[in-house]
């Protein structure tokens, strides 16, 4: 019966019917709470509609219920990941991405090239969470107009999520309200980043590493680049440590050795010219 509840919201998943989907996922969770498929297709439907929190909840219990380095669960780890990002806890993310792909690079899994991301994408949450607080313990005004557009988007959200509640909206109308209102809030940020950067003339500014600069093995800046027969970039001694113990390319899983790098000099010297007029990125 479960198997056939989750194969109905299946059906509805790839319909993209997600309301739908969700309920036949709690149905078969509920006939049998022991399948860990069951809370990781709920949670990617949840991913879908935006709710993190249960997305969280589904994700970790999926986890749970997996062996400790069952490398099935990395789907899981990777919603858990996206969840908290989502929510605002990138340390909580880093924590649990950074082990999710040293395992998924032990087993030469699939899921190595998207977690890789998902690292990528808490360690620069975890810098943005650090700059927005550099940057108002330099400016008062700043952080009080920013608070006050985050206490706003807070106010509207718990507003949408009410109205949702009581029916007065649809979920497609819910998501889309939601989406461009959390949008608008962006924007005033940004726009009142902007305002105070060039009143400041420089000085009240947000860093920024560009991603082509950045490791996909070490999540470090590189800083001796080197190109994969296939094609991508990374630092040598993360390239040549993972390829020493696997013997293939990280992304293709074609077989390679050490002797197939090649020095990527443009990239190198974009590098050391980064880092020559910013030297505070060596905290990133």
């Not at 996922?25 to 297709?41: K, L, M, V």
């Not at 709710?51 to 986890?63: F, G, H, L, N, Y």
């Not at 991301?117 to 107009?145: N, P, Q, S």
Request: with cysteine; charged share 30%; aromatic share 8%.
């Amino acid at each position: 019966m479960a198997q056939a509840l989750k194969k109905k919201g299946n059906e509805f998943f790839v319909k993209g019917d997600y309301v739908t989907a969700e309920d036949f996922y709690s149905q078969a969770i509920a006939a049998d709470s022991h399948d860990p498929t069951f809370f990781t297709n709920r949670a990617v439907t949840r991913i879908k509609l935006e709710k993190w929190q249960d997305v969280e909840t589904d994700a970790r219990a999926a986890i749970n219920l997996y062996d400790k380095k069952d490398p099935a669960a990395l789907k899981s780890m990777g919603y858990l990941v996206e969840a908290l990002i989502a929510l605002g806890r990138p340390q909580e993310a880093h924590d649990v991405a950074l082990p999710a792909y040293e395992l998924s690079l032990d087993t030469k899994h699939a899921q190595a090239e998207k977690i890789s991301g998902l690292v990528l994408r808490a360690k620069k949450a975890l810098w943005e969470a650090r700059e927005t607080a550099r940057l108002h313990d330099m400016d008062e005004t700043l952080k009080r107009l920013e608070d006050l557009i985050t206490a706003e988007l807070a106010r509207t959200e718990k507003e949408f999520a009410g109205r949702l509640e009581r029916h007065e909206l649809g979920e497609s109308e819910y998501q889309k309200g939601l989406k461009a209102t959390q949008a608008d809030a962006q924007k005033q940020i940004e726009h009142v980043r902007e305002v105070f950067r060039i009143s400041s003339k420089g000085e009240v500014q947000e860093r920024v590493v560009p991603d082509y600069l950045v490791d996909g093995i070490t999540f470090e800046i590189m800083h001796d680049p080197v190109v994969t027969p296939s094609g991508t970039t990374y630092d040598r001694v993360g390239i040549v440590k993972y390829v020493e113990k696997s013997g293939v390319d990280p992304l293709t899983r074609e077989p390679m050795t050490v002797k197939d790098l090649r020095p990527n000099y443009a990239l190198k010297a974009a590098c050391e010219e980064f880092l020559s007029k910013n030297g505070w990125a060596v905290d990133w």
